[in-house]
């Protein structure tokens, strides 16, 4: 498989970061230097240093693109190159980080002119690479393995469909728990497993038929919202609308389900 540029830094680099965050996992809190951003949202040095690591890879060989990163890095790019620019989540699931819980994602997505190019989103425990590439499909990487290619799932009916979602911060996070029980009576099953960027790979593998949370955050969801469509899904806001900018609320299905959740979820946006 021969990937772009784009999508073949992002994958590299994906790996160089994924070695380093795993390196720092086993380590406790104090080591890991926890600390809070906000009430229920924590960064730790792995989280920096992930983002120091992936940002200067980018500054290095993209001088005139720009960067948007969780962590704060934020650098413009050049004007001429019409915004092409890296939207980069050093860790997705801090908080699983911190606790020492292997389920936590690096995301790398790129952006050229309001349309994502290429994506990548690691399971770094897992060792699972999820790779996407506009008009050239979605794939999974494991190890030295030739990438396989992914395809969301074919589930039309809700009650036979694994669901995820996540718990964002509030004020937005009362109003949308108040709405999850509905789901899990109605769904086979839903997962909330502190990651958006795994979810939304997930339902691109077929692993999850559908994934929903408001007020994401573009780092959050960049490179999955690409892997989703390169796999034949679908992803819109709680209204149908496509996602553009990246961020925001996200409906992310298999495809067939989709009007099927929009009409639950449009209903509570």
Do not use: C
């Not at 086993?26 to 906000?38: A, D, I, L, Y």
């Amino acid at each position: 498989m021969e990937f772009a540029e784009t999508t073949a830094f992002a994958l590299s680099v994906a790996r160089e970061a994924a070695d380093l965050v795993m390196r720092i996992l086993p380590e406790g809190m104090t080591s890991k230097n926890v600390r809070h951003k906000g009430p229920r949202d924590l960064v730790t040095r792995a989280d920096h240093e992930a983002e120091r690591l992936i940002t200067a890879r980018i500054r290095t060989r993209f001088p005139n693109h720009g960067i948007l990163a969780e962590e704060g890095t934020a650098v413009s790019g050049d004007a001429a190159r019409d915004s092409a620019r890296w939207i980069v989540d050093p860790i997705d699931g801090t908080t699983n980080f911190a606790h020492g819980v292997p389920m936590f994602a690096v995301s790398i997505g790129y952006e050229e002119r309001g349309t994502l190019r290429s994506g990548v989103v690691v399971v770094p425990p897992l060792g699972e690479f999820f790779v996407a590439e506009h008009g050239l499909g979605a794939f999974l990487i494991v190890g030295s393995a030739e990438p396989q290619r992914l395809a969301t799932s074919r589930v039309t009916e809700l009650s036979e469909a694994l669901i995820a979602t996540g718990l964002p911060g509030e004020p937005v996070r009362s109003v949308h728990v108040a709405t999850i029980p509905s789901f899990m009576r109605d769904a086979q099953e839903v997962r909330i497993m502190g990651t958006a960027a795994a979810h939304l790979a997930y339902v691109a593998a077929g692993r999850l038929d559908a994934f929903w949370e408001p007020g994401l955050n573009p780092w959050d969801v960049a490179a999955g919202i690409l892997l989703v469509e390169e796999a034949g899904g679908r992803v819109s806001d709680f209204n149908g609308r496509p996602i553009s900018p990246p961020g925001g609320d996200i409906l992310a299905t298999n495809g067939p389900l989709h009007i099927t959740l929009l009409e639950r979820v449009s209903r509570r946006a």
